[in-house]
C-alpha cells in the first residue's frame, strides 16, 4: 500500500522555536506539497516542489521554509514558531502534473500546538 | 469570485435518502476535477475524479457542468459511514506541476 508518512502526529512546542515537520512518500513521485488545515478555512498551500532541490512558495509562506534533498523526503521548518501557526500540517505527493496525475496522496497530519 | 466555492452545510440527511452537493469554480480553463473525503480528524482521501461529463462508482455520480463552471456529488442511498466533509477540487492551470486548489468542503452529517 502506497503511503506518506509524517514524523509526528501531534507536537507541542513553544514559542521562538525552530520545528521540523519531516514527510515521506514511498510512491516514487516527482511533487510534495505541505498544507494547513485550520477550521472555515481549509487547506492551504504553503510550499511545494516538484523535483528534488526544487521548492516553490504557495499561498502563504510567510514564517516557513522548506527542504528536499532527497526525491522521497520534504521538510517543513518554522522557523521561530508563533501561536498562529497553531494549525494541522497536511504533507501530500502526486505524480508529475497533467490529467491523469491522479489526485494527491496525504499523510496522516500532523498536529501542531504553539505555546 | 473565489477560485472554488462550496456550500459548508451541514447537511442532515437520513439513512437511505439522495443527498448531493455542487461545487462551482472560476477557471473556465480548469479540464479534470476531484472529490475528496475527509473524516474528521483524517486526512482527505481521493473519492472520485471527474475529467468529462461525469463519472459513476456505486452509490456515487459525481458530474461536471462546464458552461457553468459547476461540478457536483450525488450520493445515493446515504449510508451512516458516508458521514464526513466532502472537499471539491480544482487543478490550478499552468506551471511545472498539478497544484491543486481545494474547497472548504461541505459537511455531511447521515442520521440513523
Known amino acids: 500500500d502506497v503511503k506518506v508518512t509524517q514524523s509526528s502526529r501531534y507536537l507541542v512546542k513553544r514559542t521562538g522555536e525552530k520545528v521540523f515537520l519531516e514527510c515521506v512518500q514511498d510512491?516514487?513521485?516527482?511533487?510534495m506539497f505541505w498544507y494547513r488545515q485550520d477550521p472555515g478555512l481549509g487547506l492551504r498551500l504553503i510550499y511545494f516542489?516538484?523535483?528534488?532541490?526544487?521548492?516553490e512558495k504557495g499561498d502563504i509562506p510567510e514564517g516557513y521554509s522548506v527542504s528536499r534533498e532527497k526525491k522521497e523526503r520534504f521538510s517543513l521548518i518554522l522557523e521561530s514558531a508563533s501561536t498562529n501557526q497553531t494549525s494541522m500540517y497536511l504533507c501530500a505527493s502526486s505524480l508529475w502534473g497533467g490529467r491523469n496525475s491522479g489526485g494527491y496522496t496525504f499523510g496522516s497530519g500532523t498536529r501542531l500546538t504553539v505555546v | 469570485r473565489k477560485e472554488v466555492e462550496q456550500d459548508p452545510g451541514p447537511f442532515n440527511v437520513p439513512e437511505g435518502a439522495t443527498v448531493a452537493f455542487n461545487c462551482t469554480y472560476s477557471n473556465s480553463a480548469s479540464q479534470s476535477f476531484f472529490w475528496y473525503r475527509q473524516d474528521c480528524r483524517k486526512e482527505p482521501k481521493l473519492l472520485m475524479s471527474?475529467?468529462?461529463s461525469g463519472n459513476e462508482d456505486g452509490r456515487f455520480t459525481a458530474q461536471l457542468n462546464r458552461a457553468s463552471q459547476y461540478i457536483s456529488l450525488l450520493i445515493r442511498d446515504s449510508k451512516l459511514s458516508d458521514s464526513a466533509t466532502y472537499l471539491c477540487v480544482v487543478p490550478l492551470i499552468g506551471g511545472a506541476t498539478n497544484k491543486l486548489i481545494f474547497g472548504t468542503g461541505t459537511l455531511l452529517a447521515v442520521q440513523p
Open positions: 471527474v475529467y468529462s
Open positions: 516542489s516538484y523535483d528534488v532541490k526544487m521548492k
Open positions: 510512491m516514487d513521485h516527482e511533487n
